[in-house]
């Protein structure tokens, strides 16, 4: 694996990685291998703190000052469009008030306040042009108090964590009393149809759909749901549980169907779909496989890494990346073409 990405310079020190093979550089630039994502991205003329996007078009960029810009949505019937039309996009600022952080579901996206308040738009039929228009159309569903982390799925499933660590989850516009589905959490980070946790104690956590083993559950876990009277799903849902893992876990990221993670000792343990080494290793089994649609690749260790701080994996293509101790990334499979 190439230690450094050839698209990244040398001097240009990595603060962040972000979606979409870009990396957000510690003077708050943004780096990426295709340049119609950089583009807009250059016309912000403030350092970005965050960088995200979903599965499809949508990008947005949290700016140093708390402000929000998003540039990419399309409309259901634009969906063919290619990256390179980015390079035409025109970043959008939106109006709120300062924000923290911000997370981004398929067709929803959310905003954490300083004030610990956090604000969720969209996610109301099939349309991500929603996340760029903000409010324009409808009022945000308001969140309050004390809430100092959040994540999405790309189902558009909003978890939450406040400030004692406890987390609730629900669809992104249920503004119910939710029960706490997880105590004692240090991070929460969400993937395509799943959640993963880190626990004070260093412990990932994971739970949601396991169709792909990509929550970390044997089969024996699986649950099927019930959608409608007589209507049984027989897709895998696991209730959240620890994933088997040698140390304790200082970083963890999901995507769409793999999950990797950090441990204390600088390796990256990777586990769910590998059908194009997206765990980094070349395994024997695909995914899915026949017996109940579950993958059987459990965590193993990335060969070759034992020096990495931050691990991300990618919610759009098969492929990880690593931030390592000495500042520069690496990435799996090695050999994937860039978009």
């Known amino acids: 694996m190439a230690r450094e990405p050839e698209w990244v310079e040398a001097h240009e020190p ?92 398929g067709f929803g996206m959310c905003a954490l306040m300083r004030t610990g308040d956090v604000w969720c738009w969209g996610a109301r039929g099939y349309d991500e042009n929603q996340i760029c228009q903000g409010f324009g159309v409808e009022p945000p569903v308001t969140f309050t108090g004390g809430i100092s982390q959040i994540a999405m799925s790309g189902e558009d499933t909003l978890c939450r964590m406040d400030i004692r660590g406890d987390v609730r989850c629900a669809f992104v516009n249920d503004r119910g009393l939710l029960p706490v589905i997880i105590s004692r959490v240090t991070r929460v980070v969400g993937g395509g149809k799943h959640f993963c946790a880190i626990t004070q104690t260093g412990s990932v956590v994971c739970w949601g759909d396991n169709e792909y083993a990509q929550s970390g559950a044997p089969s024996a876990a699986c649950k099927t749901e019930e959608t409608s009277p007589g209507y049984v799903v027989s897709r895998c ?31 990256v343990f990777c586990w769910g779909s590998d059908p194009e080494a997206e765990l980094g290793f070349v395994s024997n089994t ?42 520069s990334a690496v990435a799996w499979p090695p050999d994937k073409k860039r978009p």
């Open 14 to 105: 990595i603060a962040q990685l972000a979606a979409h093979e870009c990396i957000v550089s510690s003077e708050g630039r943004l780096v990426c291998a295709d340049l119609g994502e950089t583009r807009p991205a250059s016309k912000l003329g403030e350092p970005i703190v965050q960088f995200e996007a979903n599965s499809g078009f949508a990008r947005c960029a949290l700016l140093r000052s708390g402000e929000v810009s998003c540039w990419g949505c399309t409309t259901p019937q634009y969906e063919t469009r290619e990256i390179r039309d980015l390079w035409q996009a025109k970043p959008k600022l939106l109006s709120m008030p300062a924000v923290r952080q911000i997370a981004i579901g």
């Open 237 to 267: 849902k696991v209730a959240p549980h620890r994933v088997p893992l040698p140390e304790p876990a200082i970083d963890v990221s999901a995507g769409p169907k793999h999950t990797c993670a950090v441990l204390r000792d600088g390796r």
């Open 286 to 327: 695909r995914c899915p496989v026949p017996e109940n649609g579950i993958c059987a690749v459990e965590p193993r260790a990335v060969p070759g890494i034992n020096d990495a701080i931050r691990v991300l994996a990618s919610k759009r293509r098969l492929r990880t990346w690593a931030l390592l101790s000495d500042g």
